[in-house]
């Protein structure tokens, strides 16, 4: 779920917080299929990767609006205080903009349960649901001004954490009108982190230095990870099949075949 860094409401980062605390990732893995399509998002490098143990696993940064994947609106209430809410609740005027894919009954669910994270927070939602490729012509253009976009997915191009953060949390990968960075998050340290990661030649020493970005992105709340996909597969004894390990193992049927 990425939220504009760039505008108002969501330029700041303890509203920010308040929407990834209270937001029920259980209930969206549930939505998505239970157990068997993939465990609660913690945060960005996903399993299988360089990083990802190193950002903390599946549990992920002990951060208070990480910890309750359930959701946790107490949590929440706490840091929209920080933000200027004593409330606890949103009291601006601004109407938050979501941009949804309504490609199945799984996303329109979803879709319901962030804009239930949204509302309990004192937010106005508009809540666009449109097929999958308007709402990423929509999300991917910063023209647009889109405030949350819950339908995103990336997966990486090559087996590195640089192709899951770079492209997705860069300030670099921001162009005028077609940009994978939703969010349109610019932030020089997390920039820097992510530079030093990519230009260190020891695996081990790049994966901790992944991680730490992984840790930092979490920390500044730059969107809300809703889940690490898994991609269950079913399979006659006689088949002998390959999974591509890029699209987290979807079968490849160019190079599966029968025993």
Not at 62 to 73: E, F
Not at 77 to 99: D, F, I
Not at 183 to 205: F, I
Not at 206 to 227: F, I, K, M, T
Request: aromatic share 10%; proline share 7%; with cysteine.
């Amino acid at each position: 779920m990425t939220l504009n860094n760039a505008q108002p409401p969501f330029n700041n980062v303890n509203l920010r917080r308040a929407v990834y605390a209270n937001l029920n990732r259980d209930a969206i893995i549930k939505e998505k299929g239970g157990v068997l399509t993939g465990e609660p998002g913690t945060h960005f490098i996903y399993p299988g990767t360089a990083g990802f143990t190193e950002a903390g696993g599946y549990p992920g940064p002990n951060y208070p609006w990480n910890t309750h994947t359930s959701g946790d609106l107490a949590v929440a209430k706490q840091y929209m205080k920080k933000a200027g809410y004593p409330s606890g609740k949103y009291t601006g005027n601004a109407t938050v903009t979501v941009v949804a894919s309504n490609n199945g009954q799984d996303e329109l669910a979803i879709n319901q349960i962030v804009k239930q994270d949204l509302t309990q927070l004192g937010f106005k939602v508009n809540l666009a649901q449109v097929d999958q490729s308007v709402m990423y012509t929509k999300c991917q253009n910063p023209k647009q001004e889109v405030d949350a976009c819950p339908s995103g997915g990336w997966l990486r191009d090559f087996n590195d954490p640089f192709s899951i953060l770079y492209p997705t949390l860069s300030s670099a990968a921001i162009t005028p009108t077609v940009t994978n960075n939703f969010g349109q998050v610019k932030n020089p340290t997390l920039d820097a982190m992510m530079q030093k990661a990519h230009t260190t030649v020891d695996p081990a020493k790049a994966a901790q230095l992944w991680g730490q970005a992984d840790r930092y992105a979490v920390n500044q709340a730059v969107s809300v990870p809703e889940d690490f996909d898994n991609q269950p597969n079913v399979f006659a004894s006689n088949v002998h099949w390959v999974g591509d390990l890029w699209d987290e193992g979807e079968v490849n049927f160019s190079y599966s075949s029968l025993k």
